[in-house]
């Protein structure tokens, strides 16, 4: 990352929201990574931010281990976590660097059985990242996997009312739509699970995978998950200082929360614990034996 460019998980206390908020990875994802991978000796998570996959996958790997992210704030996080793994730390390395001059910090010739990059893919020219990792970064037998997630929104949790569940889509696309405009990456791929993408252009083998979720959350959590939005903290550190500036996850806060407070008097109920349910779809790719196009 240049010295002059903004950090976009840089925020005050943002890495480590996200690295506490931030959604896992199901097993079925680790064991399909794990189960498509043919050699266990070196691994890279490229825009690893926090670790999140990266813990996931690292101990069935016996060689170089290397936690890549342009972000100093998220890759101190990730450190922070080594030492409450078994892995040892000297076959860790921790690289801050653009997704693109990865190899410069590395020994020459280094190459990787699985390369993964974790609601990262977004971030980069797509064409351009995958020929850099056939060409710099994959073993001839290696695998990428690409993989990430988005929130759809969500329902209030009130089954017994299906009309005013719908209300809290509303609020999210709300909130969503002042915020959309401020990411610096293509959101839109990402909400596509980049299904937009042929990878078949760059990789012989592809695979691909899907999985829905939905949880029911407390309203501080999915405020924290609001808050770990880039585009969110871009929007706020553009904008804030502006005497008119409506920060929108307070608008959103107010919103919510007077919707429930009206809907559990109208009924003469207690507040739920947890009253939103978020769905959340993840993605996966499987990309094998890529092929050299420049």
Same mark, same amino acid.
């Given at each position: 990352?240049?010295?002059?460019?903004?950090?976009?998980?840089?925020?005050?206390?943002?890495?480590?929201?996200?690295?506490?908020?931030?959604?896992?990875?199901?097993?079925?994802?680790?064991?399909?990574?794990?189960?498509?991978?043919?050699?266990?000796?070196?691994?890279?998570?490229?825009?690893?931010?926090?670790?999140?996959?990266?813990?996931?996958?690292?101990?069935?790997?016996?060689?170089?281990?290397?936690?890549?992210? *342009?972000? %100093?704030? #998220?890759? &101190?996080?990730?450190? !922070?976590?080594?030492? +409450?793994?078994?892995?040892?730390? =000297?076959?860790?390395?921790?690289?801050?660097?653009?997704?693109?001059?990865?190899?410069?910090?590395?020994?020459?010739?280094?190459?990787?059985?699985?390369?993964?990059?974790?609601?990262?893919?977004?971030?980069?020219?797509?064409?351009?990242?995958?020929?850099?990792?056939?060409?710099?970064?994959?073993?001839?037998?290696?695998?990428?996997?690409?993989?990430?997630?988005?929130?759809?929104?969500?329902?209030?949790?009130?089954?017994?009312?299906?009309?005013?569940?719908?209300?809290?889509?509303?609020?999210?696309?709300?909130?969503?739509?002042?915020?959309?405009?401020?990411?610096?990456?293509?959101?839109?791929?990402?909400?596509?699970?980049?299904?937009?993408?042929?990878?078949?252009?760059?990789?012989?083998?592809?695979?691909?995978? *899907?999985? %829905?979720? #939905?949880? &029911?959350?407390?309203? !501080?959590?999915?405020? +924290?998950?609001?808050?770990?939005? =880039?585009?969110?903290?871009?929007?706020?550190?553009?904008?804030?200082?502006?005497?008119?500036?409506?920060?929108?996850?307070?608008?959103?806060?107010?919103?919510?929360?007077?919707?429930?407070?009206?809907?559990?008097?109208?009924?003469?109920?207690?507040?739920?614990?947890?009253?939103?349910?978020?769905?959340?779809?993840?993605?996966?790719?499987?990309?094998?034996?890529?092929?050299?196009?420049?």
């Amino acid at each position: 990352m240049d010295k002059q460019e903004v950090d976009p998980f840089g925020f005050k206390g943002q890495a480590q929201d996200y690295d506490i908020e931030r959604p896992k990875y199901s097993q079925n994802f680790v064991n399909k990574i794990l189960s498509e991978t043919s050699s266990f000796n070196n691994f890279i998570d490229v825009a690893s931010g926090t670790g999140l996959l990266f813990y996931e996958l690292a101990n069935k790997f016996q060689g170089k281990l290397v936690v890549q992210d *342009r972000s %100093k704030k #998220q890759l &101190e996080v990730a450190k !922070e976590k080594l030492s +409450k793994t078994q892995l040892n730390p =000297s076959n860790v390395d921790f690289v801050e660097s653009d997704a693109f001059d990865i190899h410069k910090h590395l020994p020459e010739n280094t190459k990787f059985d699985l390369v993964t990059i974790a609601q990262a893919f977004h971030w980069v020219d797509n064409d351009k990242f995958c020929q850099y990792v056939i060409n710099n970064l994959l073993t001839e037998n290696g695998t990428f996997a690409v993989c990430g997630y988005f929130c759809e929104g969500f329902d209030y949790n009130t089954p017994e009312d299906p009309e005013f569940a719908k209300l809290g889509q509303k609020r999210y696309d709300e909130f969503y739509s002042t915020v959309l405009p401020h990411f610096d990456c293509d959101r839109t791929s990402l909400d596509l699970g980049h299904t937009n993408f042929d990878f078949s252009k760059h990789f012989e083998k592809t695979g691909f995978i *899907r999985e %829905k979720t #939905q949880v &029911e959350l407390p309203l !501080e959590r999915f405020y +924290k998950y609001l808050g770990t939005y =880039s585009a969110y903290n871009i929007y706020k550190s553009k904008l804030g200082s502006n005497p008119d500036f409506g920060d929108p996850l307070a608008v959103f806060k107010k919103n919510v929360e007077e919707d429930l407070k009206g809907y559990y008097a109208k009924h003469n109920i207690s507040p739920k614990e947890k009253p939103l349910v978020m769905r959340m779809p993840f993605f996966l790719w499987i990309l094998k034996n890529g092929k050299k196009l420049i």
